[in-house]
């Protein structure tokens, strides 16, 4: 390869390739295991956000999972700039539902641990701190401690840990999934204007159609038992997005072609577990 | 002072009075139990002879040597045990079989193994010590929050700072109350080996003034058993409070 093609090469590469990813997880009585994810292959651009959605059960989280390096694949492959995947590490930070915050930590020590792993000095660790904490709009709360915090602030205060390491790709497990439908709306527009202050390349994932317009450049729909990639979508609606973007008529049809594609799965959730229901 | 406080103080006042009034009328024999009017004499004069004192530091200190040992061992094996599977499967049956022997029933061959004096007292101690510091370390440890762990791994942490800012510190809420559970087994376990086995100390002072029938000075010396265990308790919550102030706590 000449000098050129390896330029185009790198620049054409996605920052994150998923190619013919299994994985299964050992059950007892059953040698071949239960199939979470089957044949999963995705591609991410840097600077892009990407949804993955996809009714519960539908694997999306062992997906991230494995990207993120806390699973490892039964099959295939996960190449974050074309290197093999094999255990967490800071160019991938996580974003958890349950916000995952050291209640040990204030916000400023939270913010700073991922600093601190690399044995950067406390005079720098502060003001990298500091600047991702005034981004997430938490300035003032840095001596608290999580659990003297609402909900909504343990979130942002989570997304600072995980940015101050300046990682590449920033993944994000439903990160809103435990709080109230206005603080959901709120945290959504600030993830919109993080993103686009940060341009860092995001997989978030999340059960809500609603998000996943709001939010995505692309959309990753995915199916359930096993877990399987059904449709991709690109949203045709630029950037910023805005509280009017939801009223758009891309928005709302997009959103109506996503519900029709999705109905049968939760509408199969649905009839499956009123038939465990009725069996239990 | 709240209605709660006044409510505590005038109950014990209450008792005391009481206990004062039959013991006036002579409802009491002094000789099974004396008054608070000659259990306070008996304790101001233990106390100016420099004998309670001497005894409770001597009680003091085996209970510190034996909680230390207890300390350090229980933690290191919770720890590692919580950890491994494969050592915790080879040693917990021999942990959970060694537990339920009381620490009193351990009193007979500490003393063979180690004669009378301070040591016999030191083992008693470690033993009722060591198992609530142990079972609280290794239930810690053992459910300690995974995604708390993924967390720190994503963010580079490396074993080192693992175990010290992650690991320790997600346990020490639930090791803590094991620390002060052990530390009142610890104290009840020193003056039951002192009642046998040592030559100072407080439980040694009850069963002497036993002998001479001096049921004041028994008294006395249980009196300051309960005083010296009540103020170790309130120390280890305060220290508690300190160490852990993240702790959400029922108010």
């Known amino acids: ?280 | 002072m709240n209605t709660s406080t006044v409510r505590h103080v005038a109950g014990f006042a209450a008792f005391i009075g009481l206990w004062q009034f039959f013991a006036t009328v002579g409802w009491i024999n002094p000789v099974l139990l004396p008054s608070p009017e000659r259990l306070l004499f008996a304790a101001w004069e233990l106390f100016a002879e420099g004998v309670l004192v001497e005894h409770t530091i001597a009680s003091l200190w085996r209970v510190l040597v034996g909680f230390l040992l207890a300390g350090l061992v229980g933690i290191a094996f919770g720890v590692v045990l919580g950890w491994s599977r494969v050592l915790s499967d080879l040693v917990r049956p021999i942990v959970e079989s060694l537990r339920p022997i009381p620490p009193i029933a351990w009193t007979p061959i500490a003393i063979l193994w180690f004669g009378v004096g301070n040591a016999p007292s030191y083992f008693l101690v470690f033993i009722g010590a060591v198992f609530p510091v142990f079972v609280n370390t290794f239930s810690a440890v053992r459910n300690i929050d995974r995604v708390q762990i993924n967390a720190a791994l994503c963010l580079g942490a490396g074993p080192g700072i693992l175990i010290r800012d992650i690991l320790i510190p997600a346990s020490l809420p639930i090791i803590f109350p094991g620390l002060r559970i052990a530390l009142g087994v610890g104290w009840m376990c020193v003056v039951a080996a002192e009642l046998i086995a040592a030559q100072s100390g407080l439980g040694y002072m009850i069963q002497q003034n036993r002998v001479l029938l001096q049921t004041q000075n028994v008294v006395t010396g249980m009196i300051t058993i309960g005083l010296v265990g009540f103020a170790m308790s309130a120390l280890m919550s305060m220290l508690e409070r300190r160490l852990i102030p993240w702790m959400e706590r029922p108010k």
């Not at chain 1, 290197?83 to 939270?110: G, I, S």
């Not at chain 1, 003297?148 to 840990?161: C, D, L, P």
């Not at chain 1, 603080?183 to 860092?200: H, M, N, P, Y």
Request: overall charge negative; hydrophobic content about 40%.
């Open chain 1, 1 to 280: 390869m000449d000098g050129t093609a390896k330029v185009i090469a790198a620049a054409t590469m996605p920052q994150l390739l998923i190619a013919g990813l299994v994985k299964r997880f050992p059950v007892r009585g059953k040698p071949e295991g239960i199939l979470a994810l089957d044949g999963i292959n995705l591609d991410v651009h840097p600077g892009e956000f990407v949804l993955l959605l996809g009714p519960s059960g539908c694997g999306k989280s062992t997906l991230l999972n494995v990207i993120a390096g806390f699973l490892t694949p039964t099959e295939g492959h996960v190449l974050h700039e074309g290197q093999e995947v094999v255990r967490p590490d800071r160019r991938r930070t996580v974003v958890f539902q349950d916000y995952a915050l050291f209640p040990w930590m204030t916000v400023q020590k939270n913010v700073e641990f991922g600093l601190k792993t690399q044995g950067v000095s406390l005079k720098e660790r502060a003001e990298v701190a500091k600047h991702f904490i005034d981004l997430v709009r938490l300035s003032g709360f840095e001596d608290r401690f999580p659990h003297e915090i609402s909900g909504g602030m343990k979130q942002r205060a989570a997304i600072a840990r995980a940015l101050a390491p300046n990682p590449d790709i920033l993944l994000m497990d439903e990160p809103f999934g435990a709080l109230d439908a206005q603080t959901r709306v709120l945290l959504q527009e600030e993830v919109v204007r993080i993103s686009a202050e940060t341009k860092k390349t995001v997989l978030f994932v999340t059960h809500s159609i609603e998000e996943a317009v709001f939010l995505g450049d692309r959309i990753v729909v995915m199916s359930a038992r096993p877990g399987r990639i059904r449709a991709e979508y690109v949203v045709p609606i630029g950037r910023p997005r805005t509280p009017e973007t939801r009223s758009l008529p891309e928005f709302i049809t997009l959103a109506q072609d996503l519900w029709h594609t999705l109905k049968p799965e939760w509408q199969d959730d649905k009839t499956k577990e009123d038939i465990e229901e009725s069996n239990s």
